[in-house]
């Protein structure tokens, strides 16, 4: 199992990305998916956060900006990000609270992160 994030990338004030994260294998089932970010120096703060039904909830600097989904079908999540700001410059890192697959069980796996740069 992988988690493959994508998406990254240097955009300027005010413009939009799509984050996408695959999870590779042959998944059986995975609980909440979450995007996170990090500033170097800086703990790891979430981001949003998706759960199977499609419940949603977003950071409060993100809220109204950013919009996650998810496929269940083919094992990804999605952050598209509108209006980003220069404070929104981080790695940011996708998350699997829970999947369960033919390879076996795995809690809180990660992803590598894409590095998304908003300049001024």
């Known amino acids: 199992v992988q988690l493959q994030a994508s998406g990254g990338g240097l955009v300027q004030s005010g413009g939009s990305l799509n984050l996408s994260c695959v999870v590779s294998?042959?998944?059986?089932?995975?609980?909440?998916m979450d995007w996170y970010r990090q500033v170097r120096g800086k703990q790891r703060e979430l981001v949003a956060g998706i759960t199977s039904g499609g419940n949603t909830n977003y950071a409060d600097s993100v809220k109204g900006r950013f919009t996650i989904s998810r496929d269940n079908d083919k094992s990804t999540v999605s952050l598209q990000m509108n209006s980003l700001k220069p404070e929104d410059t981080a790695v940011y890192y996708c998350n699997a609270d829970r999947i369960w697959s033919a390879s076996g069980f795995y809690s809180d796996y990660w992803g590598q992160g894409t590095l998304v740069t908003v300049s001024s």
């Open positions: 294998g042959r998944i059986w089932g995975i609980t909440e």
